[in-house]
């Protein structure tokens, strides 16, 4: 065994012979793979098993020329905050993978989170190096997410597209000849003398024809199943309306409203509101306003409680949560401040909202909050539903389709009018019965009566 001092001193002579063969190699050959300045030397000693001293090269990661080193341009993206109660999102989506250049702007992975989708873009060009995840992965906010080489060169034209892979179409096989049919067998000649005929016997009588048991069960044709994985979206509003109904005591009353008067007026000025407002006039911007005014005449189905602190909080503002279909899902943007918005505002914020969610582009924060919120299943035709609540709100609207019924008028007469039910869902922990039937009489009136709104009563 070698002492430490011996070791040492066979360190440095090696490191010294090395430096001058290095150095001399570097003046009259190709450039090194490391550098030749003396400064630049970072000899490592290591000790195998044999006790033989082994010099170990620096690790760096790029060579540059033979006077210094040349840092790899590579930028570390992370996940970026994708609001305030996001930490952590799914990778569901990577259009592009290393070795591919990306543009500024250019979607590098595709985020899904409990309430939204978020497209992570580039920054700026480069060439991908590395994306730190797979699909499916979790990752939380603020962890690096790809590697991005900046100072790539940027491609002279597109990808050129891939060669089709040509099918070898394998021979069809020649069928063999069909061998002769052969000959059939002679048949024994016949007696000289026909045989007498048999007595005729009586039929026996037929039995009725009996049902196929085995037919009918066994030929049902195929049953296929298909198993998709829920998407964090789906299990987040899984999770919430499961959390709704363990935590309200939901109560749903019911009230049908007479449509007729305001389809009236609104068939009498969609025209002009159109052209003054540049938004067409439909059926949620009159029921949005009537459940506003119905808001601030009953404050208890404004408010919520704070189970931590045990109290009530009651809430002078109005925002108004209004289900929007997507793509993904089922989105509830929200409406602020909707006791100062016209019925131009409303109609034009719900029109915005609904493109947005077409484009994949709502935001986090136009979903959070709001103090109520309004579901409208008549799009889709549904007669009659209880709308869950959406916590910590304390009710939800339901509206529903408008049929034509018979309904008796104040002369006593037997009529058709357009008919919708209504629909409220309240937390029987905060709103008692009369609170919650006197709101829903009051939406019902303002839309059956809509000189209500204009004169607030």
């Known amino acids: 065994m070698l002492s430490a001092a011996a070791i040492r001193a066979v360190s440095r002579r090696a490191t010294s012979t090395a430096a001058a063969a290095v150095a001399s190699s570097t003046s009259t050959s190709a450039p090194a793979l490391f550098p030749v300045t003396s400064s630049s030397y970072h000899w ?8 033989t001293v082994v010099l170990r090269a620096p ?14 341009p590579v930028k570390t993206v992370d996940v970026p905050t994708m609001g305030d109660s996001i930490t952590e999102g799914t ?12 543009h500024e702007d250019d979607v590098v992975v595709v985020l899904e989170t409990d309430k939204v989708s978020v497209d992570v873009r580039a920054s700026e060009g480069g060439k991908i190096v590395e994306i730190l995840g797979e699909v499916d992965d979790v990752v939380e906010v603020g962890s690096a997410l ?4 900046t100072d790539a060169d940027k491609p002279a034209g597109g990808a050129a597209p891939s060669a089709p892979k040509e099918e070898t179409i394998a021979p069809t096989p020649t069928p063999e000849p069909a061998a002769a049919p052969s000959k059939p067998p002679t048949p024994p000649p016949a007696d000289a003398s026909p045989a007498p005929p048999a007595p005729e016997k009586k039929a026996a009588p037929t039995p009725p024809p009996m049902l196929a048991m085995e037919s009918v069960t066994t030929n049902l044709g195929p049953r296929p199943e298909r198993r998709s994985k829920m998407s964090r979206m789906r299990q987040r509003v899984a999770a919430r309306l499961k959390e709704s109904q363990n935590t309200a005591a939901m109560l749903t009353t019911f009230q049908e409203v007479d449509m007729g008067n305001f389809m009236e007026m609104r068939h009498r000025h969609k025209d002009e509101f159109q052209k003054k407002h540049g938004v067409k006039l439909g059926f949620m911007s009159v029921f ?10 009953v404050p208890a189905i404004n408010a919520y409680i704070d189970d931590e602190s045990k109290e009530i909080v009651y809430r002078d503002y109005c925002d108004i949560s ?7 899902g089922l989105v509830v943007p929200v409406l602020r401040n909707t006791e100062f918005m016209s019925f131009a505002d409303v109609e034009r914020t719900i029109a915005l909202f609904g493109q947005k969610a077409k484009d994949g582009t709502l935001a986090l924060d136009d979903m959070a909050g709001g103090t109520f919120t309004i579901s409208n299943g008549g799009v889709f035709g549904s007669l009659m539903g209880t709308p869950i609540i959406n916590q910590p709100q ?16 104040e002369k006593g007469n037997v009529v058709a009018r357009p008919m919708m039910y209504l629909a409220l869902t309240y937390d029987h922990r905060l709103i ?3 609170e919650g039937v006197t709101f829903l009489k009051s939406v019902a009136d303002k839309i059956t009566d809509p000189a209500r709104l204009v004169f607030d009563i």
Do not use: F
Request: glycine share 8%.
């Open 322 to 328: 209004v289900a929007v279909a997507s793509p993904n």
């Open 146 to 149: 790809y590697r991005l080489d």
């Open 59 to 72: 690790r760096y990661a790029r060579y540059y020329g033979t006077t210094g080193w040349l840092s790899m």
């Open 91 to 102: 990778i569901v989506d990577i259009p592009v993978g290393p070795g591919d250049y990306v």
């Open 394 to 409: 304390s009710a939800i609207l339901g509206m529903h389709a408008t049929k034509m019924r018979a309904v008796v008028d």
């Open 432 to 434: 008692d019965g009369r």
């Open 288 to 297: 949005v306003k009537a459940c506003t005014a119905a808001l601030q005449e």
């Open 44 to 51: 490592k000693k290591q000790r195998d098993v044999s006790s």
